[in-house]
């Protein structure tokens, strides 16, 4: 069974960082999209960054471009998202999730099919 587990949420101040875990396992991540997304109450879910696994490129939404890096370690199955200069409305629920083809661009939430069960972040002023 193909199973996504976040880590790595918490509570930060405006302007630090926290580092985002999803450890992938049930699936062989090589050319597969992995992507994060976040959703905070009462608004949709969105896409924050997606890298295709071995090929592509990162992929990352404006509103975080310069400031979220995601990467991965392939050895392990596991793709990270770095969150650096943080601020307020990046406060969500932050999934990851995987679908079994390439992600060349921020694809919509529904095309993806496996998702993890989520990890809180807040930011605070």
């Known amino acids: 069974q193909v199973q996504l587990v976040e880590s790595g949420g918490g509570s930060v101040q405006a302007g630090g960082s926290l580092r985002l875990s999803c450890a992938a396992s049930g699936f062989t991540a090589s050319r597969n999209c992995i992507g994060w997304f976040r959703q905070a109450p009462g608004k949709e879910r969105e896409g924050v960054a997606t890298i295709t696994i071995e090929v592509g490129k990162p992929n990352y939404a404006e509103t975080v471009k310069g400031r979220f890096t995601i990467s991965q370690d392939s050895t392990k199955n596991t793709v990270y998202l770095q969150m650096n200069s943080l601020k307020p409305e990046d406060t969500a629920v932050y999934y990851c999730?995987?679908?079994?083809?390439?992600?060349?661009?921020?694809?919509?939430?529904?095309?993806?099919?496996?998702w993890g069960q989520g990890t809180q972040v807040t930011v605070s002023s």
């Open positions: 999730a995987a679908r079994p083809n390439y992600c060349l661009s921020l694809l919509p939430a529904g095309t993806f099919d496996y």
